[in-house]
């Protein structure tokens, strides 16, 4: 066989995915060509306004992606998106940015802790976590939605553009570049990888896997409560339950980048793809005004569909 | 015997014990005691997350677990809202169909992430976007018309279901009276629980969930039928999934394909799976324990109304108690002295 064109099996879903996304695209245009005699999906401006929309998805996704290569998962990213959100909003002023990126620290850190130290499996901390801190905001806001509005500056990153593009992508861009070179530049990325690997082993070898699980917590929190601001920004307040439609979307934008719900593999790069994935699909099946039903069950299919291309896994890990 | 498994399960034994201690204390803390009414109405807000919570269990017991079981539950509700209606030999046929689509759903899960080869909480988010999505074709309002009748006889007491239909001498024949006062969903609960759990679990399909949990490279060289018993594990779930949808529609009479209140009924199921003593890694627990789990939970809001809590400090105190309850596992931490065995 032709060896330049062999992919190796870490790329081959990031590839697989690029090319079911090209695929939707052409689907979305041959259907606007056929009813509109027009294509938007292929207009610059139309794609730059998509993509805005799915930089929140793309940085809650980016957090996901370290907690997932631990072979963990934060089902808290609701409820610390919405509590970041809201703090940002009710602190105001030069400090509503500072205030929201404190609030996903601190509940990174307790995620952390709860997984690191005491051994709780992270599905049930960082539901129980969520739980609790939409318990904080109701009491926060006494059930309503909050009066409290954006601040200028969070506002301007979310929904202003600068050079035509929406600033929320430089965002976005900019925790990308973060996360990627954290993964394949820093010792922590290694130790991330080797940890979700095989945690014995690392923890063997020296690596102190209680910190890197906290840190890798710490970041998808973080990445949470920035999705949480831009979105604040974005539609100039906080609301509750802001963060529900971001969590599904996020754990399914990883695996169907290629990184393994069982933790140890994947490539930041697959998840971006997987973002732009989801987003292009929900914009096609708004294009063709499906209803409801029909896209959680096109939803549904499109990612079995997917894995199943991705090639069966060998069975035990162990 | 009852005492085997409490000795083996640590979990569930203090599941039991606090599940035991929160309703007794809640009936006496209440202001009329305890009373049929009371208990018909709790045992009728537990049902349908019980069922979800029995369901989740046997996934979870493989290591795995099913994100699809809220969906699967409104899904066959949604169902069971146009099938249950007619005749009563209709609505018997109409149940039969209800439960077994939530069988077949489940059995498809299970087939899925056997020959597929998908991780369960990956495929089994996909099949519960499309589980809702028929949900959703099906009813895409709140809708429905089951019989005023069964509702009535299921949501009460033995005797006012004998009433309904006419039996024993409308509920008042002597033998009757000392179980006239249990409610029905209670019984409903517990003899599916016992009667198809409780058998399962002793088949060798049923021990080999047990062995693929612990160890599923040696449950597999040791002969066990591993792919049949994560079929019947998936399937199972989506039989106790349907229950819990069947029920829900005839006491709500109807059907109401509802995303939240799907994706809150799968989440509480982790919980109260959790709290009854079930490991999430798998090998450990069983489905009555999730049964108990559930009453916990549920107890646990049963106090707002007697306490007169704030409305809007309940979720933080619902939120608390949940962390609370799940941190008393860490406590077997403590007691490890090799460092190592924290990692399995």
Known sequence: MNTQFSVSPENKPIFIALGFTLVIILIGTGYTLITQGAAPMLMPSYLAQQLQIGAFLGVCAAGMMMVILLGHIDLSIPWTLTAAAMMATTVGGPWAIPAGLAVGLIVGLFNGLGVSVLRIPSMIFTLGVDTALRGLMVAHTGGFAPQTEATPLMRFLAADRVLGIPVALFVWAGVSIAIAGLLSRTGFGKAVYATGAKESAAFLSGIRTKWVIVGAFMISSLCAATAGILLAGYSAKAYQGMGNPYLLPAIAAVVLGGTHILGGRGRYIGTLIGVILIVVLNSVLSIMQMPEAVRQIIYGTVIIGMLLVYGRETTSRN | ?344
């Not at chain 2, 589980?131 to 009813?139: D, I, S, T």
């Not at chain 2, 517990?190 to 612990?214: D, E």
């Not at chain 2, 779930?237 to 394909?257: D, K, P």
């Not at chain 2, 982790?270 to 627990?285: K, R």
Request: charged letters at 10%; aromatic letters at 10%; glycine letters at 12%.
């Open chain 2, 1 to 344: 015997m009852i005492a085997k498994p409490l000795r083996h399960n640590r979990g569930f034994a203090a599941a039991l014990i606090l599940f035991l201690v929160l309703f007794v204390v809640y009936h006496i803390l209440h202001p009329r005691g305890f009373s049929t009414a009371v208990f018909i109405q709790n045992a009728n807000e537990t049902v349908a997350i019980a069922f979800v919570a029995m369901a989740q269990t046997i996934p979870v017991l493989v290591g795995g677990l099913d994100l699809s079981v809220g969906s699967v539950m409104t899904l066959t509700a949604c169902l069971a809202s146009y099938l249950v209606v007619g005749t009563p030999a209709q609505m018997i046929f109409g149940m039969f169909l209800t439960l077994l689509a939530g069988t077949t759903f489940g059995v498809m899960n299970g087939l899925i992430v056997v020959f597929g080869r998908i991780q369960p909480i990956i495929a089994t988010l996909a099949t519960g976007a499309i589980a809702m999505g028929l949900a959703l074709l099906l009813r895409p309002t709140p809708g429905g018309d089951i019989d005023a009748d069964l509702n009535w006889a299921l949501t009460n007491s033995v005797f006012d279901f004998a009433e309904t239909f006419g039996l024993a001498d409308d509920g008042n024949a002597a033998w009757l009276q000392p179980f006239a006062n249990i409610p029905v969903p209670l019984i409903i609960l517990l003899v599916v629980a016992f009667g198809v759990w409780a058998p399962f679990k002793r088949t060798v399909t049923g021990r080999t969930l047990y062995a693929i949990g612990s160890a599923e490279s040696a449950a597999k060289l040791s002969g066990l039928p591993v792919r049949r018993a994560k079929i019947a594990a998936f399937g199972l779930a989506g039989f106790f999934a349907s229950c819990g949808g069947l029920y829900l529609a005839i006491q709500t009479s109807s059907g109401n394909a509802d995303i939240t209140q799907a994706g809150a009924y799968t989440l509480n199921s982790i919980a109260a799976v959790v709290l009854g003593g079930t490991s999430l890694l798998g090998g450990i627990g069983g489905a009555i324990g999730s049964l108990v789990g559930t009453g916990i939970l549920r107890v646990i809001s049963f106090y707002f109304r007697i306490l007169s809590v704030d409305p809007l400090i309940q979720p933080l105190i619902e939120g608390l108690v949940l962390l609370a309850a799940v941190s008393l596992g860490a406590l077997r931490t403590l007691r490890i002295k090799n460092k190592l065995e924290h990692f399995r």
